[in-house]
């Protein structure tokens, strides 16, 4: 079975696992496929925890689920030196960041502190402990998950942190349809009766996926105009004085290539060999809408990022 399509049979598992929020399906796969992290919003109860859990079954690696508190501390994320009486020395004894695929669920409830630890882990691919330093899993994936109904005691990621998130994917509620299917899939397996994982995609084969992703074509005018889409974030005056009231910080180059990276596994997926503007359009709300603060103004105004990213998908001609 070819890479891609080992992924379009994870995906409609997956989507048959995780009813009503394909969304979700699909922006974790690209995350897997883009080698980056994930920051999904949402209610609770909207299978945020399943759908990572269940791709860790049908991805070979290991999976492991932090509950983030207020009284977290870096070490229960990163681990510790562990002192051995028998020959008087120190041993690092990993902590569960140290896993292919990890869960930080409800990442706003821990303090700085202990979100810097994670947050850095997952920018070097690594954990300094005292003077050594060891390396995270080649498959590293992280999902943190942010409750937006209780903000009281928590502590909200600074902005420029987010920046580290591949993308910021907010969730909502299934429908009616949906919300069916779900009672009738719970019942089967709870009866053990839900459809058997696919077959466990390799490390090597996920690895070739990333680099045939990398190796896609993408035209100079699709390229050019990803440029130009991030440019207009940080000169938005060119495009309205609308616009330049409401943006007081646009994205970073780290936008731009989360762009590039998340267009071209979108495309792929789709089954693609180039990347259009249309894979870019598709995932830049996901991509940018953590990244493009917003001014004072535009925040009393009621004015969202999903709003401005509007105003300039409209404004920025496509190649």
């Known amino acids: 079975m ?35 992290h994930l920051l999904v919003e949402g209610a609770p109860g ?66 700085a502190k202990v979100q810097s630890a994670l947050l850095e882990a997952m920018a070097e691919h690594q954990v300094s402990v005292g003077r050594e330093s060891f390396q995270l899993p080649p498959l ?9 109904i209780e903000q009281e005691g928590t502590y909200p990621l600074p902005e420029a942190q987010l920046d580290r998130f591949l993308m910021h994917v907010s969730i909502g509620y299934p429908s009616t349809e949906a919300e069916r299917d779900i009672l009738h899939l719970v019942r089967e397996e709870a009866r053990h009766v ?43 005056a060119t495009y309205g004085e609308d616009l330049a009231g409401w943006i007081d910080f646009g994205a970073s180059p780290r936008g731009t290539i989360s762009l590039d990276r998340c267009a071209r596994a979108h495309a792929w997926i789709q089954g693609k060999d180039f990347v259009s503007p249309d894979d870019v359009q598709a995932v830049m709300f996901d991509v940018l809408r953590h990244r493009v603060l917003l001014s004072f103004e535009a925040e009393a105004s009621g004015i969202t990022p999903d709003k401005v990213l509007s105003t300039i998908l409209e404004r920025v001609p496509s190649a």
Not at 140 to 148: E, G, I, K, R, S
Not at 214 to 227: N, T
């Open 2 to 36: 070819s890479h891609h399509n080992t992924i379009t049979v994870l995906k409609t598992w997956l989507t048959q696992q995780i009813i009503g929020q394909e969304k979700l399906v699909d922006r974790l796969l690209i995350a897997l496929l883009a080698d980056g």
């Open 46 to 111: 909207l299978a945020k925890t399943k759908a990572i859990k269940d791709l860790s079954r049908a991805v070979e690696g290991d999976f492991h689920r932090i509950q983030f508190t207020p009284d977290l501390l870096p070490s229960d994320i990163t681990g510790t030196e562990i002192f051995r009486p028998e020959d008087g020395s120190f041993r690092f004894q990993p902590g569960p960041i140290f896993h292919n695929l990890v869960l930080a669920d409800e990442i706003n409830r821990a303090p």
């Open 140 to 148: 590293f994936l992280v999902m943190a998950t942010q409750n937006p």
């Open 194 to 236: 839900a459809p058997e994982a696919p077959q466990v995609m390799s490390q090597d084969d996920l690895f070739a996926a990333r680099q045939e992703i990398l190796a896609m074509h993408m035209a100079p005018a699709v390229e050019e105009y990803i440029i130009q889409l991030i440019m207009a974030t940080r000169n938005p």
